[in-house]
């Protein structure tokens, strides 16, 4: 394989310990500068401004029982999502019929529908008189805390499918077997078995689908009504004090973020440190009942109790949005949306902008996230100092991205007094889309022996030359998934766009147009087509990179 | 009592046959191994044994009861797998009294059995360990006491020596061995180390892609192989290509490469047939010389001599260019060097004759 010269001097550059060492410093400065300290430093300078949300006792009221109700929420949805997606990555991963892959690619749809396009399907779905509302008089569930129950439960249910369904491929069958073989029928097996080994994994999804609901802005101010959550009441604070009495606003958004974010972390903290010591009840059984619960009658029920729920709560409501987008498509909307004509104009702009600040971020992720990624994994700077940036790379996963909005917004209007609107919003997405890169990639790594990368360096290969022809390779894979759910996540993000900018990003623009239908303009056709155009795209560009990606191999 | 008969069974996995119409039967009370290369089978015959995968054809009874349709947890048999799979969220007892525990039997009795099986393997002072803190062995040991405490009579054994050294796979066999004589057990072990097997089992059956090839004592397979593959798989054997001369009084002519002619016993050939003849390498008599006349006799030089310890093993080249192996104690008898002339003589009954393979040799012993 012949190297070009460029190449060759940048393999010869890498053995110098200096110019390696560089490249991690600069990683981890940028990762505290741009990531992780801005939102904190941010509700710190605006920590005077708390005071004026504690005198004012109604406003007060209002923002704790939001933040109580965002974490009410978060609970019960999270439960929620591993009670049923539990039984789906069952099936998924053991059913024996060729329809199950099927049901697996399907199960993934809504968590690549924006979440902008998902709130307005659901709110068709469950509450306009088109949808299963036309069964009934009236909507069948208005705008309020049980659609956004239905909401979150709607986005966060494929990741915990998509973690548990690893996990279980993941895992070793012969444990399971050993205790079939040992006398427990197969539900027994797998709860006193499967389900304990893979409890990290069970953790893990919870703590996703936790911070997926409490962190949702967009799609939940469509669907709320009268109810405030967190990201809700910071969004309402801006609606109704930002000019009046900007003061309250900025007091009321600084205290709101920082209870989010300072409850967030003691949460993750909590379920981080107490969930492995989580015992399972492994040593009570239940023979005969059991036993009766394993077969076919039961396993057939649970099954298709599976099934109901995820294609009546989840597939349909998601989708639903199709139905007057196709509509659309055969009225005067389809010629003045292609034309851009009135409201459109602003849409493709919004459109544009989304997917170019989607692809800027996925690469400023891969630059500055692949040095941290192996920092994380080959602990470059000791056990410890690893360990914690592993840990605090995790922080803006579990931050409620408006609230970490906010703290951007508060930290970099301080700090440079003419920050250009668009950094704001590059920074705002790259913090929130840090993790998912860093997280990919450094679990790739990990997974690849040392060995391979000592036996590179003694074949004469020199650091960037072993990352060259050794850990690319083999973790390319990883690096296009951490890419998509970069990108994915970039251009589905609402809170955090709506709080640091007033540059109007796809998903800010479809909030709008649901919270303007009630004047008249714009029209439902107008609305399904956006989100029909939003979730178009979205496939095209997960078709090309899934293109792309396909037969790069897992090793 | 647990005797198991398998009727034509056959697996398959996609285009593969993996067990291909296998009819055996292990009586009760016997330790019975299944030998062969990787990928012969043996492990899918075990699991079908147990349950935990189904046959596409044919049938499987266990003490007598057909058992194609019972769960695995229903087949009353201990299973031991080739990685242990200890759970490894449990401590060495609670893995140990899990089968009793899930078979329902009261707390008393699950431990008076976990107490009972757990001085078997004499691993008593570990059972607060989890089994990350065992070693090799120890691992070894709790899987089986595991299979036992779960009251089967039938213990299958999933090569459960392969993933420990050598010593202790020695010290462990001999110690399973004895478990299953004092409990009266059937065990069923798959391997695929012919030493292992023989030194163990009351019978053997060897297998190759799919199929069983011969089932007989330790003894039958090594002094009577029936076909080109167990002569070579069980023990060693040197084949030497040759043509049936004629028949004679004591069995059979045989020309063997470049003129040489042996007479060996079997008669059960045909004049002009194309045939392999299987010798031990310790069946051969060797001697120094060069004149020596006699029957059965061919010239030769030692090319290599290795000292193995116990035996010391030569590497002949006769003088039809075949090259044999010649096996001889190190404590007894003559010695001989490199450059070495010699005379080999093939001793007629010591010779196994088979019919030339029509895929050819080199593919009838292949093992992969």
């Not at chain 2, 192996?325 to 004759?353: A, C, I, M, R």
């Amino acid at each position: 394989m012949a190297q070009s010269t460029v190449t060759r001097m940048l393999d010869k550059l890498s053995s110098r310990k200096a110019v390696m060492y560089s490249v991690y410093l600069t990683a981890i400065i940028v990762f505290f500068a741009l990531v992780l300290l801005p939102p904190i430093l941010g509700i710190v300078i605006k920590w005077g401004a708390i005071q004026e949300i504690l005198n004012n006792k109604s406003i007060m009221e209002r923002s704790l029982t939001a933040i109580k109700n965002s974490f009410l929420i978060a609970f019960f949805v999270a439960a929620m999502d591993v009670v049923a997606g539990i039984p789906m990555a069952w099936l998924i991963t053991r059913g024996k019929s060729r329809w199950l892959s099927v049901l697996d690619t399907l199960s993934d749809i809504p968590f690549i529908v924006p979440t902008a396009a998902l709130g307005y399907s659901l709110l068709l779905f469950w509450s306009d008189p088109r949808g299963i509302s036309a069964m009934f008089e009236g909507s069948l569930v208005s705008p309020g805390w049980v659609l956004v129950i239905l909401l979150h439960f709607t986005f966060s249910y494929p990741v915990v499918v998509r973690v548990v369904v690893g996990a279980l491929l993941d895992y070793k069958m012969e444990y399971e077997q050993a205790s079939r073989t040992l006398g427990a029928p197969p539900l027994m097996a797998a709860r006193t078995v499967t389900l304990s080994i893979i409890k990290p994994s069970l953790i893990a999804a919870f703590i996703l689908a936790f911070a997926r609901s409490v962190s949702e802005t967009g799609a939940t101010m469509m669907v709320a009504g009268f109810f405030e959550n967190g990201p809700v009441f910071i969004q309402n604070m801006k609606t109704e004090f930002s000019t009046t009495n900007p003061a309250l606003y900025e007091g009321s958004i600084a205290f709101a973020s920082f209870v989010l974010i300072a409850i967030s972390c003691l949460i993750f903290g909590i379920i981080r440190s107490f969930g492995p010591r989580l015992k399972m009840p492994v040593r009570r059984v239940w023979p005969s009942f059991e036993r009766k619960l394993s077969y076919s009658k039961a396993a057939f029920t649970r099954n298709s109790i599976t099934s109901i729920v995820f294609f009546a709560i989840v597939l349909l409501p998601s989708l639903f949005v199709a139905l007057p987008a196709l509509e659309a498509v055969f009225t005067e909307t389809l010629p003045n949306a292609l034309s851009g004509t009135g409201i459109w104009e602003e849409y493709w702009q919004s459109l544009t902008l989304s997917y170019f600040l989607g692809a800027l971020v996925t690469v400023l992720n891969i630059l500055i996230g692949l040095p941290m990624a192996i920092i994380v994994a080959r602990r470059k700077f000791g056990v410890l100092p690893s360990a914690l940036l592993d840990l605090l790379v995790n922080v803006p996963l579990i931050v409620p991205s408006i609230a970490l909005g906010v703290s951007l917004r508060f930290f970099w209007k301080e700090t440079m007094t003419t920050v250009p609107e668009i950094l704001l919003l590059i920074f705002a997405h790259l913090a929130i889309t840090y993790p998912y890169l860093v997280r990919a990639m450094s679990a790739a790594v990990e997974r690849i022996s040392l060995d391979l990368e000592e036996a590179s360096r003694t074949l004469g290969a020199k650091p960037l030359g072993v990352f060259r022809t050794i850990i690319f390779p083999l973790t390319k894979y990883s690096l296009f998934s951490g890419a998509i759910m970069v990108f994915t996540r970039s251009v589905s993000e609402t809170g955090a766009t709506l709080a640091v900018t007033t540059l109007k990003t796809a998903p800010v623009v479809i909030v709008e147009w649901v919270k303007q239908k009630m004047q008249g303009v714009p029209l439902e056709f107008d609305i399904g087509l956006g989100c029909g155009f939003l979730l178009l795209f979205s496939f095209i560009v997960l078709l090309i990179l899934r293109l792309i990606v396909k037969g790069e191999g897992r090793y | 009592m647990p005797d198991v008969r398998l009727v034509n069974v056959t697996k398959r996995f996609g285009k593969i046959v993996a067990i291909n119409n296998v009819s055996l039967h292990i009586k009760d009370k016997e330790y019975f191994s299944l030998l062969g290369p990787s990928g012969c089978g043996k492990t899918t015959l075990l699991r079908l044994i147990a349950g935990l995968i189904q046959p596409d054809k044919g049938e499987i009874y266990i003490g007598g009861k057909l058992v194609n349709d019972v769960p695995p947890e229903d087949r009353d048999v201990g299973f031991v797998f080739q990685t242990f799979a200890l759970f490894p969220h449990m401590n060495a007892w609670d893995n140990v009294i899990y089968g009793p525990r899930v078979k329902g039997f009261d707390m008393e009795k699950a431990s008076t059995i976990g107490h009972e099986v757990l001085e078997m393997v004499r691993l008593h002072e570990r059972l607060d360990a989890f089994p990350n803190e065992l070693s090799g062995g120890m691992m070894q040991r709790i899987a089986v006491a595991r299979a036992l405490a779960a009251g089967a009579k039938l213990l299958l054994l999933d090569e459960p020596l392969g993933q420990l050294d050598a010593k202790v796979r020695n010290e462990l066999r001999y110690e399973i061995r004895k478990m299953t004589n004092d409990l009266e057990l059937t065990a069923i072990h798959v391997t695929h180390d012919q030493s292992e097997a023989m030194a163990i089992s009351d019978r053997i059956a060897v297998m190759r892609k799919g199929k069983v090839l011969q089932v007989g004592t330790p003894k039958e397979l090594y002094m009577s192989p029936q076909n080109i593959f167990v002569a070579h798989f069980i023990g060693e054997s040197n084949f030497l290509e040759g043509y049936v001369l004629k028949i004679t009084s004591k069995g059979a002519l045989i020309e063997l490469r470049g003129g040489v002619k042996v007479e060996i016993a079997s008669k059960d050939v045909k004049i002009g047939e194309k045939i392999v003849l299987a010798v031990r390498p310790e069946a051969f008599i060797i001697e120094k010389g060069i004149t020596r006349r006699g029957e059965n006799i061919v010239l030769g030089i030692v090319e290599r001599v290795t000292f193995e310890g116990t035996d010391i093993r030569y590497e002949v080249r006769l003088k039809n260019q075949d090259l044999i192996v010649v096996v001889k104690p190190s404590l007894t008898g003559e010695w001989f060097n490199t450059g070495d002339k010699v005379v080999v003589k093939f001793p007629p009954e010591n010779v196994h004759l088979f019919a030339y393979p029509e895929k050819g040799l080199r593919e009838e012993i292949a093992v992969e």
